[in-house]
């Protein structure tokens, strides 16, 4: 990294917690997960008189973000006018219902979440239980109760939605579709299909400024795909694909920093981890005289992985799989009632 790119860094990311402005009219707030180690990044659009924020995060950080609203003089909640959303996630939409009771903005929601505004935590709650795709993915039973420990200890916590917020509906809303223009006083954000990495992922490019607010989609490290999640690798190759040719000036990513250029390049490096992923698998499999459980792929894979950060070990372990199931569809893989996968003899 040379002078000039590591000053436009230090610049771009700003402080935990502060609203910094990127370029006119557009902010950035950078959230940290008091309750793990997630961080995520809330955009603002300030201009005339709207006030247009994107992915305002989870629920237990509504206070550092209108606490950064303020810090920067952009206003306080009450004063936004547009609550915007790239996907469903908590870290990303989490806040959602409850940013009724402070605020009278509308929210702007993918059209394929209608049926979930109404009880929206619920429907939260059950995106963030990933024990059934543990009981049906990972055949040792002792790592299976690592995910059945965790959800008992977010029960006995009160940290699920739910139990904690209540049912949460939406009801100040308008339904938002692909192909749709988002006009916001004079800057118009095209809606873009960037489903794969949650079945109702949108992103947002102002054409004319070049920005791209690209949620989850393209991140500088490999974007988590789950089963659990309802995600789909191949939606997410399609969409990296459609989108690799977009002149975008400033990449707006939902968690991490990009530099203010080279756009294709962090796609690119997006669909590398694809296919890195996909061959580390097949080789694992063709190295191997029996077959393999997700796990054992897994831990081959990162030795050390139970020993990291338990969300970090259960996103990698979720992304695998997720590249296991996509193998089976290509037929380059069998599956047996172990469950444990093995190579198909292409030659035969």
């Known amino acids: 990294m040379n002078i000039e790119e590591s000053q436009e860094r230090k610049s771009f990311r700003g402080e935990w917690g502060l ?84 605020s009278s903005a509308k929210h702007y929601i993918s059209k394929k979440l209608e049926g979930a505004l109404n009880e929206w935590h619920k429907f939260t709650d059950r995106a963030n239980d990933w024990l059934p795709w543990a009981e049906d993915a990972i055949a040792e039973a002792h790592i299976v109760e690592l995910f059945r420990k965790e959800r008992a ?88 694909q459609d989108i690799l040719d977009l002149e975008v000036s400033v990449l707006l990513p939902g968690h991490g920093v990009h530099k203010k250029r080279n756009f294709r390049r962090n796609v690119e490096r997006s669909l590398r981890h694809l296919k890195t992923y996909e061959t580390v698998i097949l080789q694992a499999l063709d190295n191997s005289t029996k077959p393999m459980t997700l796990m054992e792929i897994c831990l081959l894979e990162d030795e050390n992985l139970l020993d990291r950060e338990p969300t970090y070990a259960s996103v990698q372990i979720a992304l695998i799989d997720s590249h296991l199931r996509n193998l089976l569809r290509q037929k380059k893989i069998i599956m047996d009632d172990g469950p444990t996968f093995l190579r198909i003899d292409e030659d035969e």
């Open 19 to 102: 609203a910094v402005e990127i370029e006119d009219y557009l902010w950035r707030v950078r959230l940290q997960n008091p309750f793990g180690k997630l961080m995520v990044n809330t955009y603002v659009v300030r201009k005339d008189d709207v006030f247009a924020v994107f992915d305002p995060g989870w629920p237990w950080t509504l206070d550092a973000l209108e606490a950064a609203f303020e810090n920067a003089s952009l206003g306080d909640i009450s004063a936004v006018t547009h609550w915007i959303y790239t996907h469903s996630h908590i870290d990303h939409m989490g806040a959602a219902s409850l940013l009724g009771e402070k």
């Open 153 to 240: 200890l977010r029960i006995q916590n009160k940290t699920l939605m739910l139990q904690k917020y209540g049912k949460g509906s939406i009801k100040n809303f308008e339904l938002i579709d692909v192909g749709q223009i988002l006009d916001l006083a004079g800057l118009r954000f095209e809606i873009l299909d960037l489903r794969g990495h949650d079945s109702t992922h949108i992103g947002f490019y102002e054409r004319e400024k070049g920005w791209f607010i690209s949620g989850d989609a393209v991140l500088s490290t490999p974007t988590p795909i789950s089963r659990a999640m309802d995600d789909d690798i191949v939606l997410y190759e399609k969409s990296l």
